[in-house]
């Protein structure tokens, strides 16, 4: 095969596998107030800049409350996430701290270093009990 036929074909296939790899995604639930997957917590978050950014540095204020509506106010909150489509997992290592009561807390160092589907997934463990909830955003 001639060496430009070649690079034609490469070029042609490349563009056809290309929207495969990088297409938007599943339409995100972009909920910002979420049931937990058990059921124990109703969990909700803004985010300090809106809408979320791409490539900068944010925080959210969690709200975590029983599903009977009282604040949950000694829980340890795990992040995790990524994008699932890509294979990878958050750029930052986000934090969760106590807020100031009534269930809220502080995620700092949330960071999306491109657009597209991404899911934001926490993982609560409190004397209530233990779930997890994921937020799914569609930058």
Not at 63 to 83: F, L, S
Request: hydrophobic share 40%; glycine share 10%; with cysteine.
């Amino acid at each position: 095969m001639k060496p430009a036929l070649r690079h034609s074909l490469v070029a042609i296939l490349a563009l056809v596998a290309l929207p495969a790899c990088v297409g938007p995604g599943p339409e995100a639930d972009a909920s910002t107030t979420r049931i937990s997957r058990a059921g124990l917590f109703e969990v909700s978050y803004t985010s300090t800049v809106t809408p979320v950014p791409k490539r900068a540095l944010h925080s959210w204020t969690l709200q975590v409350h029983t599903r009977d509506g009282h604040p949950v106010t000694d829980a340890r909150i795990r992040v995790e996430g990524g994008m699932p489509q890509h294979g990878h997992g958050l750029p930052t290592a986000p934090v969760v701290r106590a807020g100031p009561g009534d269930g809220l807390y502080v995620l700092e160092g949330m960071k999306f270093n491109m657009g597209g589907y991404w899911v934001v997934d926490l993982v609560i463990t409190s004397p209530e009990g233990n779930d997890d909830v994921r937020f799914e955003l569609n930058l």
